[in-house]
C-alpha cells in the first residue's frame, strides 16, 4: 500500500475539484492505497493535508494549474496532473507504473505558444477566443502570446522573435488568416467555438496534432488537420464579409452625415460643390462602390490566397457593372477563389520559373476565367435574381415584413454569434449594399435584444442568478447596447435550454415591429450609439420601442423558465 498525498486546486471555484477529489479517493480505495487529498479553491482549503505533510514517507501528487502552488511544492512533487486528465481516467493516477494519465508531461514542461485569433466582425468572440487561450495556458503552466485580429488590425501584433521561438502556433479563427509567416513552424488551426468554450483542451489537442506549416497555399492546405472544423463556403463567405464591413460602415455613416448635413437632397445637382455633397459621394461613390469587389476579393483571398485577389476583385466589379450587386459579387468571388485554386494545382513550371505563378500566370489566367464568366454566363441571370429579390424586399408590407423580421431576429438569437446568427448578419449587408435598408435594421435590433434582455433579468429576478451571473449582468448591458450579442453567451451556457427560447422570442419581437414599422438602418454596426446620428436610422422612437419591447419580452419569459439559482458556495464540496 502507498501513501499518497493530493492537492487538488481550481481556480474557478466550481465544482470539477470536487468531483477530481472523490474519482480520486474511489480509485485509490479500488488499488488498496492510502490518499489524503486536499482541495484548494479560491474560498479557502477543503480538507487540508494533515501536520507535517506532504512528508517524505508518501507520494506528492499535485492535480491542477502549477502557478497557484508554491515553488517548493511543485519542486517536491512526484507527478503533476490537469483536472482534465484525471476526471477523463482517475484510475491512471495510481497506475503501478507510474506513468499516469497522457498528459502529464505537458503539465511539467512549460511551453511556448503563440495564437492568432479572429471572428468575421472581429468583435467579440475575437476577443472572448484569445481569453479562453490565456486562461488554457495558465491553467496547464505554459506561457502564451495571442495576436488579436479584431476590426480595426491586429492588437499587438506578433513579432518575429516571438514566432520563431514559439514551439506551437495556434490559429483560432472563424475567417481565412494569413499563415505564411509561420512558415516551417508547427501549426494547429480551429475556430473560435472551442477556445472560447474550452481553452486548455485545445492547447493540449494543439500540442499533440499540430502539423508543420510549408510556404505555399498548397501546403497550408494540408498542414492543418482540425481546420475541417469550419472550412468550406461558409468560411470564405464570412472572411469576404469581415473584410467588406469597413466599406459599409464607413459608406453609410459617411452618406448619414451627408443628409444630416445637406437634407435628402444632399447629392442633388444644385447641392454640389456644398460639405454635403462630398461627404455623400465620398460614402456613395467611393466607400459603397467598393463593398461588392472587397467582398469578392477577399472570398477569393479565403480560398486562393493571395493570387486570388485580383480576379476575384475584378470579378466584383464587373458584377457592379452587370447590375448582379451583392450576390454576384458573392458568385464572382467563388468562381475566381476556386479556378486559381484548381490552376495552381494544373499548371506546373520549371523551378526557375515558379516565382511568375503567383505575380503572372495566375493572376492574369484568374481574371481571364471570371471576367469572361461573369459577362457570358453569371452576370445576367445573378441580375435577375437580385432584382428579383430587391424587388420583393421593397414590396414587403403587413404580414410579409412581420414574417421576416421574425425569421431574421430568430436567426440573431438562436446561436449569438455563430453560424445561423452570422448568416442573418450577411444578409442584412447583403440587403444593405443593394439600398435596402430595412432587414438591416431587425438584424441589429434582434441582436442587440439577448444581453440586454440578460442584464435586465438579472436585476429583476435576482434569486435565479448566481452572484457570479449577476455581476456579469452589467458587462451585458454594455455589450447588447453597443449590439455584442456575444454578451448573452455566457447565460445560455449555463441554461440552453430556458435561456435560448427566451432569447430567441424577444429578438423576434425585436425583428418584426423593426420591420412593421418601416425603420431604416444605414450602417451596419453600432448599436444605440449610432441613434443620435442624423439620417443613420429612421423612426428612431419606433425603433427604440422595437429594443424595449423585445428586451422585456426575453426577460419576462426568463423570469418565467429560469429556475433559482443553486445556494452559493460555503467551502464545503457539493452533495
Not at 512533487?77 to 503501478?96: I, K
Not at 485545445?202 to 488537420?225: C, F, K, M, N, Y
Not at 461613390?285 to 477577399?298: D, N, R, S
Not at 453567451?489 to 419581437?509: E, V, Y
Amino acid at each position: 500500500m502507498t501513501k499518497f498525498h493530493v492537492i487538488v486546486a481550481d481556480e474557478a471555484a466550481g465544482v470539477r475539484a470536487f468531483l477530481a477529489a472523490e474519482a480520486l479517493r474511489k480509485a485509490a480505495r479500488a488499488k488498496g492505497h492510502s490518499a489524503d487529498i486536499e482541495v484548494r479553491t479560491p474560498n479557502g482549503a477543503v480538507d487540508p493535508l494533515p501536520d507535517g505533510a506532504p512528508g517524505a514517507d508518501g507520494t506528492l501528487l499535485l492535480i491542477g494549474p502549477l502557478d497557484t502552488m508554491a515553488p517548493e511544492l511543485v519542486e517536491r512533487a512526484d507527478r503533476c496532473m490537469t483536472l482534465d486528465a484525471v476526471l477523463a481516467d482517475p484510475d491512471a493516477v495510481f497506475d503501478e507504473s507510474g506513468t499516469g494519465p497522457a498528459d502529464t508531461a505537458p503539465m511539467a514542461a512549460n511551453r511556448r505558444i503563440v495564437a492568432v485569433t479572429s471572428c468575421p466582425t472581429g468583435i467579440a468572440h475575437t476577443f472572448m477566443a484569445a481569453e479562453g487561450l490565456q486562461e488554457g495556458a495558465k491553467r496547464l503552466g505554459h506561457a502564451i502570446r495571442v495576436e488579436t485580429q479584431g476590426s480595426v488590425g491586429a492588437g499587438e501584433p506578433l513579432s518575429d522573435a516571438e514566432i520563431a521561438a514559439a514551439d506551437v502556433v495556434i490559429i483560432a479563427a472563424d475567417r481565412e488568416v494569413d499563415r505564411s509567416r509561420f512558415a516551417g513552424k508547427r501549426v494547429f488551426a480551429s475556430s473560435t467555438k472551442p477556445a472560447i468554450s474550452g481553452g486548455a483542451a485545445l492547447i493540449e489537442r494543439a500540442l499533440a496534432e499540430a502539423s508543420v506549416q510549408g510556404d505555399t497555399p498548397a501546403a497550408q492546405d494540408t498542414a492543418q488537420p482540425a481546420a475541417k472544423e469550419r472550412t468550406g463556403p461558409y468560411k470564405h463567405l464570412m472572411t469576404g464579409v469581415s473584410f467588406m464591413l469597413p466599406f459599409v460602415v464607413a459608406g453609410g455613416l459617411l452618406i448619414a452625415m451627408a443628409f444630416a448635413l445637406g437634407g435628402i437632397d444632399a447629392n442633388a445637382e444644385a447641392a454640389e460643390g456644398t460639405l454635403a455633397h462630398a461627404l455623400f459621394r465620398i460614402g456613395a461613390e467611393g466607400g459603397f462602390a467598393l463593398i461588392v469587389p472587397a467582398l469578392a476579393g477577399y472570398i477569393a483571398f479565403s480560398i486562393a490566397d493571395r493570387p486570388g485577389i485580383a480576379p476575384g476583385m475584378i470579378g466584383g466589379m464587373l458584377a457592379n457593372s452587370l447590375g448582379a450587386g451583392f450576390l454576384g459579387g458573392i458568385v464572382a468571388g467563388f468562381v475566381a477563389g476556386y479556378g486559381v485554386y484548381w490552376l495552381n494545382r494544373v499548371i506546373v513550371l520549371p523551378k526557375n520559373l515558379r516565382g511568375l505563378m503567383p505575380v503572372l500566370v495566375l493572376p492574369v489566367l484568374g481574371t481571364l476565367i471570371t471576367g469572361l464568366l461573369m459577362i457570358y454566363a453569371i452576370g445576367a441571370p445573378v441580375a435577375l435574381a437580385l432584382s428579383a429579390m430587391t424587388e420583393w424586399l421593397r414590396a414587403m408590407q403587413g404580414s410579409s415584413a412581420i414574417v421576416l423580421g421574425l425569421i431574421l431576429g430568430a436567426m440573431m438569437a438562436f446561436d449569438m454569434g455563430g453560424p445561423v446568427n452570422k448568416a442573418a448578419y450577411a444578409f442584412g449587408i447583403g440587403a444593405l449594399a443593394s439600398n435596402i435598408y430595412a432587414p438591416m435594421a431587425a438584424v441589429m435590433a434582434a441582436g442587440m435584444t439577448p444581453p440586454l434582455a440578460a442584464a435586465l433579468a438579472t436585476r429583476l429576478f435576482a434569486a435565479r442568478f448566481s452572484a457570479e451571473e449577476r455581476e456579469a449582468g452589467g458587462a451585458a448591458a454594455v455589450l447588447g447596447l453597443a449590439f455584442v450579442t456575444e454578451g448573452a453567451i455566457p447565460f445560455a451556457a449555463r441554461d440552453p435550454l430556458r435561456m435560448i427560447p427566451a432569447f430567441i422570442a424577444g429578438a423576434s419581437t425585436a425583428g418584426a415591429i423593426s420591420m412593421v414599422a418601416g425603420v431604416q438602418l444605414r450602417v451596419p454596426h453600432g448599436g444605440i450609439f449610432v441613434l443620435p446620428i442624423p439620417g443613420a436610422v429612421t423612426h428612431v422612437a419606433l425603433y427604440a420601442l422595437a429594443i424595449v419591447a423585445g428586451t422585456a419580452v426575453s426577460a419576462a419569459l426568463i423570469g418565467l423558465l429560469k429556475r433559482a439559482a443553486p445556494p452559493a458556495a460555503t467551502g464545503t464540496p457539493p452533495a
